[in-house]
């Protein structure tokens, strides 16, 4: 008699499409700048939404997950509340100064800041800022704006985010 040995199914690594449809969250395994394994759902952003969606590229995801960290870096994890905390000494202990990452961060958002709209133009940067930083949709982006075109707001989102990951990717090769 001979035993049948059972193969593993190849699809073990990766999970189905149905279960990827049916399955309201998707985690994904990131290190922190500790480089301690954590998890994270990778749909809480809208830069993630719009990846998952595929109305952006995975590049012009990584420049939004760029400019999302130095935001956080420089302003601390709650953006929008600490915004105005611009004017805090440097060095120092406690919250009352600002420390020299927040500094470092603060200066390289400013300068992809300004190469996004010596490149692209203002409008460009104020969708990708919101979009990236602020984690507002296209559409509230449009609303706030007073804008009408959805479609040239993503297309200026698509095109602003490939300039900051190209501009990062200069950082680190160049």
């Keep these: 008699m001979s035993k049948e040995t059972k193969s593993m199914p190849s699809s073990i690594d990766a999970p189905s499409p149905e279960f990827m449809a049916k399955r309201s969250v998707v985690l994904e395994l990131m290190d922190d700048a500790d480089w301690r394994p954590r998890l994270r759902a990778n749909d809480q952003t809208q830069i993630d939404r719009l990846l998952k969606r595929k109305s952006i590229a995975l590049h012009q995801a990584v420049g939004g997950w760029e400019l999302m960290e130095l935001a956080h870096k420089a302003y601390g994890s709650f953006v929008r509340s600490s915004m105005g905390n611009l004017d805090r000494p440097i060095g120092g202990s406690g919250p009352k100064y600002m420390s020299r990452r927040e500094v470092d961060a603060r200066r390289t958002l400013s300068k992809i800041c300004q190469h996004i709209e010596a ?5 460009v940067w104020e ?17 706030d ?3 009408t075109n959805r479609s040239a707001a993503s297309k200026a989102l698509q095109s602003g ?11 680190f090769v160049g």
């Design 119 to 123: 490149s692209c133009g203002r409008p």
């Design 161 to 171: 985010l490939s300039e900051v990951f190209n501009y990062v990717k200069g950082q």
């Design 145 to 147: 704006a007073g804008k």
């Design 127 to 143: 969708v990708v800022e919101a979009v990236a930083i602020y984690d507002k949709s296209v559409r509230q982006h449009c609303r």
